[in-house]
């Protein structure tokens, strides 16, 4: 399974963003997908969540301002990113685990910059 992220860039605080990730490879194995993040000097965090029945997890300190979404028949991952922060500002990973493993175990982007300025 390859994952490939686009959609990142540079946004004024308060601004939008959308992120995709493609997807491509035995994608019949995947189960959920999601997004994480890691600024510099800090651990990588789960920022939403999606089963493959559809249900999504947000991160608390992004509720309410991103949207994860999943087009199966196109193979992709979104997430739509509202009002957004400085401290949004990270790395963006595109992840899909296994039915019934660990994230860490599973198929990772390389990642796409997001740069939200004050």
């Known amino acids: 399974v390859q994952l490939v992220e686009s959609g990142g860039g540079l946004v004024q605080a308060g601004g939008s963003l959308r992120l995709s990730c493609a997807a491509s490879?035995?994608?019949?194995?995947?189960?959920?997908m999601g997004w994480f993040r890691q600024a510099p000097g800090k651990e990588r965090g789960m920022v939403a969540t999606s089963s493959s029945g559809g249900r999504t997890y947000y991160a608390d300190s992004v509720k309410g301002r991103f949207t994860i979404s999943r087009d199966n028949d196109k193979n992709r991952l979104y997430l739509q990113m509202n009002s957004l922060k400085p401290e949004d500002t990270a790395m963006y990973y595109c992840?899909?685990?296994?039915?019934?493993?660990?994230?860490?175990?599973?198929?990772w982007g390389q990642g796409t910059q997001v740069t939200v300025s004050s």
């Open positions: 490879g035995s994608l019949f194995s995947i189960g959920a």
């Open positions: 992840a899909a685990r296994l039915p019934n493993r660990d994230y860490a175990e599973g198929y």
